[in-house]
């Protein structure tokens, strides 16, 4: 997603590939919302280094993975959104539900040690 100086979502959808086939984060800085394609049934998002793996595999309810690496990059934090940020204003990726309806949101962690 494009962002605004806000870092409120435009509307705009940017191309970016640098994570379909994995890369190294040193030195990328991130935060923003990538938009998962809506053929994607097999969602994952997979982190790893020489010794762990770490697959979160998100069901299709979430539309979007949020991502930010702090300064100082002693962190990363990934969040599952149900919607584009700030969506009650701007109507993003909405979900809307008719009253009295559930609906259900489920994320899945694979950690293996490689």
Known sequence: MEYDADLL????YLQDTRFVNGCSLQGIQL?????WEDTETDRVCTLSNSA??????????FPVLQVF?????NSIALENLSGAPDNFNNQLL???LPP???KSFTTRYQVSVL
């Not at 979502?9 to 705009?12: A, E, L, Q, V, Y």
């Not at 690496?69 to 990059?73: A, E, K, L, S, V």
């Open 9 to 12: 979502p435009t509307g705009r």
């Open 31 to 35: 935060d923003n919302g990538f938009v």
């Open 52 to 61: 762990i793996s770490l697959n979160i595999l998100p069901d299709t309810s």
């Open 69 to 73: 690496i702090p300064d100082n990059r």
């Open 94 to 96: 909405l979900i809307h």
């Open 100 to 102: 009295h309806t559930p």
